[in-house]
Each structure stands twice: as C-alpha cells, then as structure tokens.
C-alpha cells in the first residue's frame, strides 16, 4: 500500500484517488499518527501532500522524523516538497512570482521518477512558496518558468519532491510522475479493484446498520442514485429513501427523477417543500447563508421521517467535505456543503448518519454504479449542486427569478445534447446574475436579466477548465435563450478554470 500523509490540500483524497486507479490500495492519515501505526502497515512508499500553509511560519505542520527512518520511497507534492526541503537544509521563502494554474514544465536531468516524461509538458501548479536553495543532497530534475526547483531528487535515496500537482486532471502526463513513482520507484503490486470497495461497503453497511432502518435523502443525481441503489443491495427493505422537491430543481425535474429511479426498483416517497424553502429563502442574497437555509430546512422536513433508532443517510462524496470541513488534515475551508451543516454534524456526533460515498470522486462513483448494472443514462448525468437552483440564482431568490433560470437552463441542455457535446462537458449550466443590462429588442428598449453560461471539462470535479464551446453552437445557444426566455437580454460565456474560481458560481 501507499500511505498519504495529509498536510490540508484541497486535493488529498484526489492523490488516494489516483493511486487507486493504477489498483494500488492507498491511505490518508495525518502527519501526526504514530510511527508505530504506520510501521504496522509496512507501507511500499510514503507521498506527502500539499497543504496552504507555509513551512516557515510559526505552527506550520512540519515533517515527522520516522517518515524518512522507515527507509521507504519518499513523494513530496508541493507544501511536501518544501519541508523535504527545509528539513535537508535548502531554503524555502516567499516567491515574487505565485503561479496557479497551467504552467510549462522542463526535465533538466535523467531520474527513474521522469522515465517516459516529455522533455517538455503543461502540469497544474497552485504555490505562493517555493524552493530557493536546494538541500545539499538533492539535485534538480526539472523547473519552469517562475520555478527554478519544480522537481528533485535526493543523489543516493529514493527521495524525491515535486511543486506542481500530478494528481490533478490537468497535469498532462500526471499519471506518469505516479505511476514511475509507485511501480519503478516503490515496486508496489497493482491488486487492487474497485469491485472490492462495492462488496467491502455492502458488508461494512451490514455491519453497521444491523436491523434498523435508513432513511435515504434521493436526489435524482448521480451520487444519491448510486448510494440508493448500493443501500438496496445491502439492506433491502429497511431502506426508506425519500424525494424532497425543495422547489429548487431543473425543468420538469421532479417527475424525471421519479420515473428514473422506478427503474432502477427504488420506490421513492416525494415530500413537496418549494414552498416552505422558497419562503426560508426570502430576502436572502448571501451564498454562505443560502446554503445553511437550505441544510436546515432539509433536517427539519426529514426529521419526522426518521425515528429514533433510525439512521439518516446521504450521497456526499469527499469534494463536498474536503471543501466544507477539515478531515484528516489541516485543510481550509472553501463553502459551506448543505450535507455539513450543524444539524447534519449533530447526527453525525450521534452516529446516526450513513454517507458510504464520502471517500470518493464522481468517476469512482459512476465506476461503483456500473460495477452495480445501473444504465448509462442515469450515470451520465452532469453533476448538480444539493442546494439546487438557489447557488445558480445569484442575489435573491424567488420563484420568478427560478422561472427564467430553469427555461435557460433547459435551452443549453437541450442544445448540447442535440449537438452531442453533452457528454464531452463534465458540467454545464446557467447562471442568473443579479446584474440588468440595456438591450434593444424589435424597435424597443429593453432593461432585462444577464445570464452567464459555465461549461468545463474535468475528471473529478477538483480542477476544471472551462469547455472551449465552437462558436456556431454558442451562437445558436445565445439565441435561442434571448429569444425565448422572456426576462434575459444578454448572454456571457464563464471562460475561468478551477482553481481559482470553482465550478458553481455560489
């Protein structure tokens, strides 16, 4: 196995992610654990993660000692290269030139962790630090424009650093710098398949369920289907899984998700709450708060339904809790995630909440959903936000402004499904601003809503760049939502990656 010691990136659990690709089992465990734990793993290799602190500031987690005394192979990725650093006597300071984002990658010298690596390559950098002088051990292996040191490697160990990001979709030849690391560097044996996490998971849930019942939060998305569709196959009929139309949902949503999931023989009970939400919601502009309103309200229409011996579950997958709630690391938080509000957490201190899909990415969970026979239409589907159409709806949200969003939006989709661009986006939307802008419509002035159209490409939902449209579709795209939504005269297209943007605009 590969052990991770988590320093707070935001992308941790992406690094396990990639190593479980290549079928190498790998753990997250913080750079506190005691030696003796991880000694008792008898780990392969040891890869350091990220992290937004500073090495040199005063209570930054630092690199333990037994890391390089169990004699294994060494990855530092970014935060993990500069204690590497730090710690063999380079210096590490404050860089002039931050670099976030794509940046040009150079091999500067021959090592087993570059093998197969083209001499030139575009990799993911996200760093306001970086290497000033290496340790007297290590030598440079490559570097980039604003990073004289993006790659070392130590002159007799098998101790190397990296700043930039290979665990991200973007790094072009990522997987390269891992799979060289995990299987030219560590020798670990690739056996290990999603197939066991499913029967693993089943009986976990088994285990831990016992004979009370489940009270199961249906979305209609990919994620809460799947966890559906898992739980049935664990618990059968103790599984209660309920639809809320919180009133915040796509066009025509509510009977789709309904007729759906009857064929995949999860029988849903449908609660209408529009009205309630959108009365919590009124006079609300604020994202944090919309969110909150939105997770309190959820508690409060479940908590009839779940007895006191009931267990509540729910389809959050690890980037809803890594960007909401420091796990295993000291990780900033980026939003509020309507899963992790305090009532949500209170169940959580009380044991009372199910979530068998916290540890994984979208891919991995559409993987569990074919392992599971569910058709590809349904794990198709683009990703949508739990707090639905209320962080789409910008400033205020109410039934009208939901009215012209959902037309909108329902144009876009529509259109790239006929184009047969829908399946080559990872997400797409839109976005209603709290902006009005002049327009001319026929011979009239108008002063109507703006909208903005976000369309990226991504993997795992961690990075994204935005999705270069052709012009031809966006035009007609354009359009058709000037001409047919009455209340929008001016479209814009979102052309900002994440990071530093994310994908939803709230």
Same mark, same amino acid.
């Given at each position: 196995?590969?052990?991770?010691?988590?320093?707070?990136?935001?992308?941790?659990?992406?690094?396990?992610?990639?190593?479980?690709?290549?079928?190498?089992?790998?753990?997250?465990?913080?750079?506190?654990?005691?030696?003796?734990?991880?000694?008792?793993?008898? /780990?392969?290799?040891?890869?350091?993660?990220?992290?937004?602190?500073?090495?040199?500031?005063?209570?930054?987690?630092?690199?333990?000692?037994?890391?390089?005394?169990?004699?294994?192979?060494?990855?530092?990725?970014?935060?993990?290269?500069?204690?590497?650093?730090?710690?063999?006597?380079?210096?590490?300071?404050?860089?002039?030139? !931050?670099?976030?984002?794509? @940046?040009?990658?150079?091999?500067?010298?021959?090592?087993?962790?570059?093998?197969?690596?083209?001499? +030139?390559?575009?990799?993911?950098?996200?760093?306001?630090?970086?290497?000033?002088?290496?340790?007297?051990?290590?030598?440079?292996?490559?570097?980039?424009?604003?990073?004289?040191?993006?790659?070392?490697?130590?002159?007799?160990?098998?101790?190397?650093?990296?700043?930039?990001?290979?665990?991200?979709?973007?790094?072009?030849?990522?997987?390269?710098?891992?799979?060289?690391?995990?299987?030219?560097?560590?020798?670990?044996?690739?056996?290990?398949?999603?197939?066991?996490?499913?029967?693993?998971?089943?009986?976990?849930?088994?285990? %831990?369920?016992?004979?009370?019942?489940?009270?199961?939060?249906?979305?209609?998305?990919?994620?809460?289907?799947?966890?559906?569709?898992?739980?049935?196959? @664990?618990?059968?009929?103790?599984?209660?899984?309920?639809?809320?139309?919180?009133?915040?949902?796509?066009?025509?949503?509510?009977?789709?998700?309904?007729?759906?999931?009857?064929?995949?023989?999860?029988?849903?009970?449908?609660?209408?709450?529009?009205?309630?939400?959108?009365?919590?919601?009124?006079?609300?502009?604020?994202?944090?708060?919309? !969110?909150?309103?939105?997770?309190?309200?959820?508690?409060?229409?479940?908590? /009839?339904?779940?007895?006191?011996?009931?267990?509540?579950?729910?389809?959050?997958?690890? &980037?809803?809790?890594?960007?909401?709630?420091?796990?295993?690391?000291?990780?900033? +938080?980026?939003?509020?995630?309507?899963?992790?509000?305090?009532?949500?957490?209170?169940?959580?201190?009380?044991?009372?909440?199910?979530? &068998?899909?916290?540890?994984?990415?979208?891919?991995?969970?559409? %993987?569990?959903?074919?392992?599971?026979?569910?058709?590809?239409?349904?794990?198709?589907?683009? &990703?949508?936000?739990?707090?639905?159409?209320?962080?789409?709806?910008?400033?205020?949200? +109410?039934?009208?402004?939901?009215?012209?969003?959902?037309?909108?939006?329902?144009?876009?989709?529509?259109?790239?499904?006929?184009?047969?661009?829908?399946?080559?986006?990872?997400?797409?939307?839109?976005?209603?601003?709290?902006?009005?802008?002049?327009?001319?419509?026929?011979?009239?002035?108008?002063?109507?809503?703006?909208?903005?159209?976000?369309?990226? +490409?991504?993997?795992?939902?961690?990075?994204?760049?935005?999705?270069?449209?052709? /012009?031809?579709?966006?035009?007609?795209?354009?359009?058709?939502?000037?001409?047919?939504?009455?209340?929008?005269?001016?479209?814009?297209?979102?052309?900002?990656?994440?990071? &530093?943007?994310?994908?939803?605009?709230?």
């Amino acid at each position: 196995m590969i052990i991770i010691l988590d320093y707070g990136s935001q992308y941790t659990q992406l690094i396990a992610r990639k190593v479980r690709s290549l079928h190498v089992f790998a753990e997250i465990f913080p750079p506190t654990v005691a030696h003796a734990k991880i000694a008792s793993l008898r /780990p392969s290799g040891i890869i350091l993660s990220g992290g937004p602190a500073s090495v040199y500031e005063k209570g930054a987690p630092q690199l333990p000692a037994w890391v390089l005394q169990l004699n294994v192979p060494v990855l530092g990725i970014c935060y993990g290269m500069q204690l590497l650093s730090r710690g063999g006597g380079g210096t590490v300071a404050r860089s002039n030139e !931050r670099e976030y984002g794509l @940046a040009e990658l150079r091999i500067r010298a021959k090592s087993p962790l570059v093998e197969g690596v083209s001499k +030139t390559s575009h990799v993911w950098m996200s760093h306001g630090d970086k290497v000033e002088k290496l340790p007297p051990d290590f030598r440079v292996i490559a570097d980039s424009t604003n990073c004289p040191f993006a790659a070392m490697a130590h002159k007799n160990k098998p101790i190397f650093g990296i700043q930039f990001h290979p665990e991200v979709f973007h790094s072009q030849e990522g997987m390269t710098w891992l799979r060289n690391f995990i299987f030219s560097i560590c020798r670990t044996p690739a056996d290990w398949h999603m197939k066991d996490f499913v029967s693993h998971t089943i009986e976990a849930l088994r285990e %831990e369920i016992g004979t009370r019942r489940v009270v199961c939060a249906v979305s209609g998305g990919v994620d809460s289907s799947v966890m559906a569709v898992l739980l049935a196959h @664990a618990i059968g009929d103790q599984l209660k899984p309920v639809f809320v139309d919180n009133g915040l949902l796509r066009l025509n949503e509510g009977a789709q998700v309904k007729a759906m999931l009857a064929r995949l023989g999860v029988k849903l009970k449908v609660v209408n709450a529009g009205k309630e939400m959108l009365a919590a919601l009124k006079d609300v502009t604020d994202p944090e708060e919309k !969110r909150r309103i939105i997770g309190r309200k959820f508690i409060d229409i479940f908590n /009839p339904m779940i007895g006191k011996s009931d267990l509540l579950a729910q389809g959050t997958l690890y &980037p809803d809790v890594i960007e909401s709630v420091s796990t295993r690391g000291p990780s900033a +938080t980026i939003k509020t995630h309507h899963n992790r509000v305090k009532e949500v957490l209170a169940l959580m201190e009380a044991g009372r909440v199910v979530e &068998p899909l916290a540890e994984l990415f979208k891919d991995e969970v559409r %993987e569990v959903g074919r392992l599971l026979e569910m058709p590809a239409d349904v794990l198709g589907r683009h &990703p949508f936000p739990g707090p639905g159409l209320a962080v789409r709806c910008l400033g205020e949200v +109410t039934r009208e402004r939901l009215d012209i969003l959902r037309k909108a939006d329902a144009i876009l989709i529509q259109e790239l499904k006929s184009t047969g661009e829908y399946d080559k986006i990872w997400q797409a939307f839109v976005v209603l601003l709290p902006v009005r802008s002049v327009g001319v419509m026929g011979d009239d002035r108008s002063y109507d809503n703006v909208a903005a159209v976000r369309c990226v +490409t991504s993997s795992d939902g961690m990075t994204a760049n935005w999705y270069p449209m052709p /012009p031809e579709i966006l035009g007609r795209i354009s359009n058709r939502i000037i001409n047919e939504v009455r209340g929008i005269n001016r479209v814009c297209y979102d052309v900002s990656s994440k990071p &530093p943007a994310t994908i939803e605009w709230e």
